[in-house]
Nanobody, 126 residues
Framework: QVQLVESGGGSVEAGGSLRLSCAAS????????MAWFRQAPGKEREGVAG????????YYTDSVKGRFTISQDNAKNTVYLQMNSLLPDDTAMYYC???????????????????WGQGTQVTVSS
């Protein structure tokens, strides 16, 4: 089993920054691929950023490129999402997810992930 616990959400004004954390535990082999998804009210859950924790490859959806950075601290079993230049459209519940495999084709698909955190709310006001 894998357990994921997110933290770091909150409310900021447009242009501000937040850093989300995802603390992971459980089988390492089942969380090679770590990703952040978000879901706004009335919208589908979408992949925001992903990281292959073995080789370090990172993936981003187009709308966050240049603003968000995903990173990892292997000693702490934690993945981070640094979010800068936040926009009102970034408002959503953000979820951490884990999978045993990673690819640039599948990282954005919710069905690729077996484990999910409980989510942390990010609200950006204009």
């Amino acid at each position: 089993q894998v357990q994921l616990v997110e933290s770091g959400g909150g409310s900021v004004e447009a242009g501000g920054s937040l850093r989300l954390s995802c603390a992971a535990s459980g089988y390492t082999s089942r969380r090679r691929c770590m990703a952040w998804f978000r879901q706004a009210p009335g919208k589908e859950r979408e992949g925001v950023a992903g990281i292959d924790t073995i080789i370090g490859s990172t993936y981003y959806t187009d709308s966050v490129k240049g603003r968000f950075t995903i990173s990892q601290d292997n000693a702490k079993n934690t993945v981070y999402l640094q979010m800068n230049s936040l926009l009102p459209d970034d408002t959503a519940m953000y979820y951490c997810a884990a999978s045993g495999s990673c690819s640039d084709y599948d990282w954005m698909k919710t069905v690729s992930y077996n484990y999910w955190g409980q989510g942390t709310q990010v609200t950006v006001s204009s």
